[in-house]
């Protein structure tokens, strides 16, 4: 199976929330988010639970614990690349919030790719 392109989304100041999110966790979460990433990456559409699973819209969330805090990154897919948008705390559920956020940033994605597009991170 060919490995599936992942890409961090950015916004129009080129801000990537995903990377201002990982930087504010502990070390050992972060980790365990790169590890998840890397996971992503190896099975794409393949991906399932316990480490991801399907929202809503499109909307997919990788799924990380670390101590007693459920962390999620949230993606979706454009052609064959899984685009994460950004990163939150779960409490019970995903906060819609989230969710819709996620959505917004697909949007802009699907306008405009290469301007939404980190290039090297």
Known sequence: M??????IFVDDTGFAPLLGWL??????????????IERLEALGHEL???HADMLRDGIHELRVRSGRVQ??????????????????????????????????????????PERHTMRSW
Do not use: W
């Not at 930087?23 to 998840?36: F, G, H, S, V, Y």
């Open 71 to 112: 962390y999620r990154m949230l993606y979706f897919f454009h052609d064959r690349r899984a685009v994460i948008s950004h990163g939150c705390r779960k409490e019970r559920i995903v906060p819609v919030a989230q969710v819709d956020r996620a959505i917004a940033n697909r949007r802009e994605f699907a306008r405009n």
């Open 2 to 7: 060919p490995r599936t392109e992942v890409i």
């Open 48 to 50: 399932r639970r316990p």
């Open 23 to 36: 930087d504010d966790l502990p070390a050992t979460a972060q980790n365990k988010c790169l590890e998840r």
